[in-house]
Each structure stands twice: as C-alpha cells, then as structure tokens.
C-alpha cells in the first residue's frame, strides 16, 4: 500500500486542468479544426452524461452539461471557451498562453486529450509534436528529441 502524502483534510497541493488539445502552425487552421471537433467532442459528452445531473451528489454538473449544450449548437463560439482558458486549441503561441493562464491560477498539471472526435491520428501526432517542440520547454520540460 502507498503511503499518505498528507494527513487527511488537508487541503490539496496538486491541481489539474483537463481540456481538448489542438495545435497546429497556423492558428487559423487550429481554430477551424480542433475548434469543429472540440463542438462535436462537447456535444456527445452531452449526449453521454447529460443526465448525470440529476442523481444524488452530481447536481452541480448540470451547469456544465447545459452549457457543453450550447457550445454543441453553436451558440457559444469555440473562440469564447479558448479565451476563458477552457480549451486550448491555436497555434504554438496560443497554447502558451492558455496553459501560462491556467498556470497563473495555480494549476500545476495540464492534462490535453488530443485525439477526439474526428481528428485523425496523424494530427494528434503533430499536436504532440508541436507541444514537444515549442510549448513544454516554455514551462520548463526539455525538448522532445
């Protein structure tokens, strides 16, 4: 067995931010791209977990199921959610400066799901790519060789 890192109640020392990732060269082609997956992804987690809301102990999520609902429809465009920091998806620069604003308020590990939707396995290998090269040595992790 592990043993405790911290007594419990403590509060804790670790926090996350899990988001679509997207990266390509030109942040044009980025937004048109992962920005079209991403509403599809959003729109079937809807679809999966809209009703999660409703049994005991989830009643916060129906918010978030409400408005991965709009962002499904396109009433919320992908541009608001990369500007609020809750996608990333652009350009090595763009990615950046997501991740540094979640940095900002304390979040100390990105998780990026970067193969969803329809995106194909050659550009989830491009994201991770252009991640290795220019985003993650920005934050203080080497180059990918």
Known sequence: MLPCRRPAGEEPTVAAAFTTLYCAPDNAEALS????????????????FGGISSHKGYEQYGANVEEREKFASGEIE??????EHRMCIGDPEQCISVIGALKDLGVDQFLGLVQFSDISHEESLRTIELMGEHVIPRFGGTKSR
């Open 33 to 48: 791209r992962g920005g079209r997956a991403s509403t599809a992804h959003f729109g079937r987690i809807s679809q999966y």
């Open 78 to 83: 992908p541009e608001t959610l990369i500007d």
